[in-house]
């Protein structure tokens, strides 16, 4: 079992940053890749980033690429996701979610993850 808690977000102009962090416990950090996932009011949700279990592997939605960064950090047992240039469309709330392995094998579905964690929302304003 993996426990997943999640931090973060809040309200952000648009332009602006703001960075998630999940907390992850009950298993060997390592042992499992994570991911961030967003839903938006009336919407399906959708895949937003991942990490292998390593840190050595990552994929992004096109949505996102060259303004979201995700990142482990072993010592901690946290993920984060760091957002840069914000969008009012990336108004949602964000889930983080944790596979039962380690590798990613391009897991973008929501059925690839079997933990999840509460949610945090993010709004941003125009």
């Known amino acids: 079992q993996v426990q997943l808690v999640e931090s973060g977000g809040g309200l952000v102009q648009a332009g602006g940053s703001a960075r998630l962090s999940c907390v992850a416990s009950g298993r060997t950090f390592s042992t499992y890749a994570m991911g961030w996932f967003r839903q938006a009011p009336a919407k399906e949700r959708e895949f937003v980033a991942a990490?292998?279990?390593?840190?050595?592997?990552?994929v992004y939605a096109d949505s996102v690429k060259g303004r979201f960064t995700i990142s482990r950090d072993s010592a901690k047992n946290t993920v984060n996701l760091q957002m840069n240039s914000l969008k009012p469309e990336d108004t949602a709330v964000y889930y983080c979610a944790a596979r039962e392995v380690a590798y990613l094998s391009r897991a973008v579905q929501v059925y690839d993850y079997k933990y999840w964690g509460q949610g945090t929302p993010v709004t941003v304003s125009s």
């Open positions: 990490i292998s279990g390593s840190g050595g592997s990552t």
